[in-house]
Structures are given as C-alpha cells and as structure tokens.
C-alpha cells in the first residue's frame, strides 16, 4: 500500500473528531453525537469516508476478523406487535405461520451445527411482544443449554423488565438484541404499538443486569437522511454504546405495510456502516438481514467501511440469508478470517 494512503495514518482520523463534543462521566469519559454531526459524517465525500473509517476501524480491530453469529427462531410469528417491516406480525398477512417454542433437543441440534459451522455465537429469537415469567424460565433453559457448548449466547425477546433481565444472566446469557430500529423522529411511522420510550428501558434493564447489548436498526423504511442520522447518534449516545450494532438492509415481505418501500442504495448502506463504526469504534458492526441482496462487492465495500460482524447461515429469523459456504468463499477471496471463539463464553 502506498505510505502516504496509509489508514493508519493520525490525520486521517483528525476529522471525524471535529465533530464531537466530549461529554465527561465520572465512570469513563464518553463522547456525545449530535445528529447534525452525524449527518455531516453521512455527507462527506464517499471515499473520505471510507478513509476515515477504515483508520478507526485499524486502529481499534487490528486483527481484522470477521465474526460470525447464528440466529434461530425459536419462536416465530403470531407477535401483536404491528412493526412494518416484520412479517412475524399477527396484525399482517405474510403468510407466517406462529409457532410453539421451539423443543430444547432442537435448539441444541442447531446451536451444535452453528458451531461446527463456525460460529462463535449463537442469537435465539421470539416473536414476543414480551415474554412471561415461564417464557423467561423456558429460555433460560435453553441459554444455559446453549452456554455449555461453549458458545456465546444472545437472544431476542421483546421487552424485557430488570428483573427478567437479571434471570437471563443468571443463566448465562451474554448478549440481549433489542433494535432501535430507526430515529426517534420516524418511529410511530414504523410501529405504533410500543413506544421509543420503551425500548430504551429494556435496553437499560439489560445494562442494568450486566448482560451486553446489541442494537442497530434498518435502513430503508422510508426514512429521510436526517432519520439515519438520529438512529446512529441515538445508537453512539447510548452509554456506553452497544457491544453489536447490527445494521440491516430493509428486505420488503409481501403483506407488511413496508412491502412497497424503495430499495436502498447500496453505497448509502456503505456510508452507515462507515459512520457506525466511527462513532462506535469498538463495537462488532454487524451486516444483517438483507446482506443477500448486496452482492459481493458491496459487502468488501462494507468491511472495508468497518463492519465486522456477519449473521452466518441459511436463515435469518424468517427471511433468506447468504448460504455458510458462500460466506466462506467470500471471506476466503477478501483474504478475511473468521474471528476465533472466545475462550469462557
Ligand atoms: S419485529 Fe419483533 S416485536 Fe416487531 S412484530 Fe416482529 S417479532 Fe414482533
């Protein structure tokens, strides 16, 4: 690489920080984005960009992997929750059958050919709006079946109380997804029967536990620019930041009031993933559902940007996901390697 294009290079990260204001804890110091800040990061230059992101991304993840996590539904659709893009929704007609939790023998036949597969963490989700005292009790089950492989664990419920919370760690649980999803501002545009609100308590319930986060959004709901903008300030300002940040690609399902949106452009999706990762230095940015209609090419735009994180499989909760094989091969061609299983997960 010529030394004067280097990443690594100081000045090239000299810019972004223009953009902050420091915000002083007395835990550790963070750094507080104002949408407007965020924006002018979305609007720069796409090779700029893609500069900048790449320096924080070096500079914070010099091993460069890739991680990839498995995701099962272990409870899938009849959700009363009316999310437009979700074709698990009760309220919608996609065509998803609801079904019962899934047995336990069979989330730990999965959990096992994910990790043969390669995987280093396995994400268990349920169409709930949010789960019962048993629900807790039967998941925890499964958590501390999942645990023992010696797989990091997570999982995707619904809205969660502290002390729910705390009974998922108790198990063993190391993750708990709960996606913002968009700004603020656009929310009510996308599900009317929970509130912002809300989520952020589950998301403080969760800290509040000890159990990481993971939390991202989609893009291509319809959403205005300044939307994306308020999702990742809102995403980079939660404190500290989530551990995951999984930004997905809207895939429109026939029968969800989103079915019709226009598709993303692909280098829109880059330059989010690149302003997730500058906000977000050390989190794993993960590419998530709709990462099969980005191609191969948009994908090495994407870990050049900064993501780190793959859902690995067949499957992606209801909707299609890049086969393992293929994942591999791309990998194997960018010259990328899967990142290793973390000893004591
Ligand atoms: S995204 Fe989750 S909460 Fe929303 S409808 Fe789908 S399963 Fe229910």
């Known amino acids: 690489m010529n030394q004067a294009l280097s990443p690594s290079a100081p000045e090239a990260v000299a810019r972004p920080l223009t953009f902050l204001s420091p915000k002083a804890t007395s835990a550790r110091p ?16 796409f090779l700029d960009l893609l500069w900048q992101a790449q320096a924080v ?10 991680e990839l996590a498995t995701l099962l539904s272990v409870k899938t659709g009849g959700c009363p929750e009316n999310c437009g893009y979700c074709p698990q929704s009760a309220q919608f007609d996609t065509g998803v059958a609801a079904q019962k939790l899934l ?13 043969e597969a390669g995987a280093t ?8 709006r949010a789960p019962k005292e048993r629900d807790i009790e039967k ?21 969660l109380t502290p002390a ?4 998922l760690k108790a198990s063993g649980l190391d993750y708990y997804n709960h996606n913002l999803d968009t700004a603020p501002e656009y929310y009510q545009d996308v599900v009317s029967t929970r509130q912002y609100q809300d989520r952020l308590d589950t998301l403080q319930a969760v800290r509040g536990a000890g159990v990481k986060v993971c939390c991202g959004g989609i893009i291509g709901m319809g959403e205005a620019p300044v939307h994306r903008a308020g999702l990742l300030a809102q995403l980079a300002n939660l404190d500290p930041y989530p551990e995951s940040v999984p930004i997905n690609s809207l895939v429109p399902v026939p029968g969800t009031p989103l079915a019709g949106s226009a598709p993303v452009d692909p280098l829109d999706f880059v330059r989010v993933i690149a ?32 993501a780190n994180s793959i859902f ?14 293929a994942d591999e091969r791309l990998l194997q061609r960018l010259g990328l390697r899967p990142a290793a299983r973390v000893e004591g997960a």
């Open 30 to 45: 963070t750094q507080r984005w104002s949408v407007a800040g965020v924006q002018a990061l979305l609007d720069l230059p």
């Open 57 to 66: 991304h070096r500079q914070h993840w010099p091993a460069g992997d890739i």
């Open 103 to 115: 047995p336990l023998d069979e989330v730990l036949a999965a959990a096992r050919a994910a990790r």
């Open 121 to 128: 963490r396995f994400c268990m989700g349920a169409a709930w």
């Open 139 to 159: 998941m925890a089950e499964r958590i501390a079946a999942v645990k023992a492989l010696g797989l990091e664990t997570c999982a995707t419920l619904g809205m």
């Open 164 to 167: 729910q919370a705390q009974a």
């Open 275 to 306: 302003v997730a990762r500058i906000t977000m230095p050390r989190a794993r940015v993960r590419l998530s559902a709709g990462r099969q209609q980005l191609g191969d090419a948009v994908q090495a735009l994407c870990f050049l940007a900064g």
């Open 312 to 325: 690995h499989g067949d499957q992606l909760l209801v909707t299609g996901n890049p086969e393992a094989e």
